[in-house]
């Protein structure tokens, strides 16, 4: 008997995958002695793991590490720029942020869809103030950041990355740039959020709630960039900057470390 060879063999009707998954319960920010779902205070970050000099084939590169957050970047350049365009005695920076497909809960698609475009063009409004850009005259610098596991702060802990990736490639800086995120809603600010934790644009409450995102070069402490999501009262924005240039100070030691250790680590390779 003849067989139709243009036909899908497989069911008629399928269902997606998430539709076995069970739904997720809704976890309160902080329980009854203030404390959130993984021990921490609302004004503690996660532990970091910083390293430097993970990608052999790129000038430059970090892995950075903050508990299920977890980003790798990879700095290439300078080097000529391939376009035509207007001579400029201007280097230029080029960055590209990318979610994993199983970096989060969903499958994320192969291809950048809008919010990784929006990291990309956050990410690199706060590493362009930090960098030299007049040394390298009609050159680039290629940024390429990938967030292996997103458990929240992704851009944040990208931004830390990809400047000390910028450091270890020995692209000239005026400082290093660290970052910091914070929730809020209502008068409760956490800093460094989770997942669950971070601000949603399908909530209903509307009056402080949002979070914020800063990079700050501590050495000359100057806010690079600041980023906001929700509707934030103005005292409360001012407490969340506040909060976070701190934690962005105490950060700095952490990424002088990681590149003090690759910079002995080179100096015994090569004796």
């Given at each position: 008997?003849?067989?139709?060879?243009?036909?899908?063999?497989?069911?008629?009707?399928?269902?997606?995958?998430?539709?076995?998954?069970?739904p997720k319960e809704t976890k309160?920010?902080?329980?009854?002695?203030?404390?959130?779902?993984?021990?921490?205070?609302?004004?503690?970050?996660?532990?970091?793991?910083?390293?430097?000099?993970?990608?052999?084939?790129?000038q430059?590169?970090?892995?950075?590490?903050q508990d299920g957050t977890?980003?790798?970047c990879a700095v290439y350049g300078p080097r000529a720029v391939i376009r035509k365009e207007e001579f400029s005695m201007k280097g230029q920076l080029s960055c590209e942020f990318k979610f994993t497909t199983f970096s989060c809960a969903r499958r994320r698609q192969y291809q950048q869809d809008t919010e990784e475009k929006d990291y990309s063009v956050q990410l690199l409004e706060a590493l362009e103030p930090a960098v030299l850009l007049h040394k390298f005259p009609k050159a680039q610098v290629n940024i390429y950041v990938t967030v292996l596991q997103n458990d929240g702060s992704a851009l944040?802990?990208?931004?830390?990355?990809?400047?000390?990736?910028?450091?270890?490639?020995?692209?000239?800086?005026?400082?290093?740039?660290?970052?910091?995120?914070?929730?809020?809603?209502?008068?409760?600010?956490?800093l460094d959020p989770c997942t669950h934790e971070e601000y949603s644009?399908?909530?209903?409450?509307?009056?402080?709630?949002?979070?914020?995102?800063?990079?700050?070069?501590?050495?000359?402490?100057?806010?690079?960039?600041?980023?906001?999501?929700?509707?934030?009262?103005?005292?409360?924005?001012?407490?969340?900057i506040s909060k976070c240039v701190?934690?962005?100070?105490l950060l700095y030691p952490v990424c002088q470390e990681s590149l003090v250790k690759s910079v002995n680590t080179s100096i015994k390779e090569n004796t």
């Open positions: 008997m003849p067989v139709d060879t243009k036909r899908i063999t497989g069911p008629e009707t399928s269902l997606s995958p998430y539709s076995f998954c069970k309160l920010l902080v329980n009854d002695n203030q404390e959130r779902h993984d021990g921490r205070n609302a004004d503690k970050i996660r532990p970091i793991f910083l390293k430097t000099g993970v990608v052999s084939q790129a430059g590169s970090a892995y950075i590490e977890k980003v790798i944040a802990a990208s931004i830390t990355c990809a400047s000390v990736a910028m450091a270890d490639a020995g692209v000239e800086m005026y400082d290093l740039v660290t970052g910091c995120s914070a929730r809020l809603a209502g008068d409760l600010l956490l644009s399908k909530e209903h409450s509307a009056v402080n709630n949002g979070s914020v995102t800063v990079g700050l070069m501590p050495s000359l402490n100057q806010i690079s960039a600041v980023t906001s999501k929700g509707e934030i009262q103005f005292e409360h924005m001012k407490m969340a701190d934690m962005c100070v």
